[in-house]
């Protein structure tokens, strides 16, 4: 079954310090990672895909199946990067739905 | 362009009654998931069309739950008799068929039940 886990419900950093949101999956087939992101009063969105290794806002993750992680990291957190954070997994050729992490809540204080 | 919409916002309804909730996807999308966000639960699959298959309905918490979708287009998720535990966020997403994962989201329905 794939599981996603955040382990850290809450993070508390102070601008300009790195950050680092866990995540794990349990996914015995070939995986796919994102992480989306909730801004305070705005809809859920994507921020990043393991496929492209690409940095968005200055996020970057890689996917490490040895450890089965996908965390998210920031070298200098800035305030605005307080959100709501959730790492979803879905499976190549399987089920078509993305499972969700229960999310990390993220406040970078100034 | 248009984005996912949800409607309503807001719907307090008391114990016992049914409510429907309303999605319209983004032009041309041709999937469309309903997730349920409670606090602490993070995003909880419900129910996922794609184009004329049949949908996979393996998250729906239980036979009071049921949704459809018209045209292939809007959804409407519909939950009878609902209880207290239904209270939560309603989430639409939807996506093209080619990249499935990268999901557009609605601004959800927060439904509390009295």
């Known amino acids: 079954a794939q599981r996603v886990t955040q382990p850290e419900k809450l993070l508390s950093v102070f601008k300009g310090a790195p950050v680092e949101l866990k995540c794990n999956y349990s996914y015995s087939g070939s995986p796919e990672l994102f992480w989306y992101v909730q801004y305070s009063r705005q809809r859920l969105q994507l921020l990043l895909r393991?496929?492209s290794r690409e940095s968005i806002k200055g996020f970057t993750a890689d996917l490490n199946k040895g450890e089965t992680s996908f965390h998210l990291k920031k070298p200098f957190a800035q305030e605005e990067d307080s959100a709501m954070y959730y790492c979803?997994?879905?499976?190549?050729?399987?089920?078509?739905?993305?499972?969700f992490g229960k999310g990390t809540k993220l406040t970078v204080n100034p | 362009g248009a984005g996912v919409s949800q409607s309503p916002s807001n719907k307090v309804t008391e114990k016992g009654k049914d409510v429907e909730l309303r999605c319209d996807p983004i032009s041309g999308h041709t999937a469309l998931y309903w997730y349920r966000q409670s606090l602490g639960q993070g995003l909880e699959f419900l129910i996922y069309?794609?184009?004329?298959?049949?949908?996979?309905k393996s998250g729906l918490p239980s036979d009071r739950f049921s949704a459809e979708r018209t045209g292939g287009s809007v959804s409407t998720l519909t939950i009878q008799r609902t209880q207290q535990e239904d209270s939560a966020v309603y989430l639409c997403a939807s996506s093209l068929a080619q990249v499935l994962y990268e999901q557009y989201f609605g601004p959800g329905t927060r439904l509390t039940v009295t």
């Open positions: 393991h496929i």
């Open positions: 979803a997994l879905g499976s190549q050729g399987g089920s078509e739905k993305l499972v």
């Open positions: 069309f794609q184009g004329n298959s049949a949908p996979d």
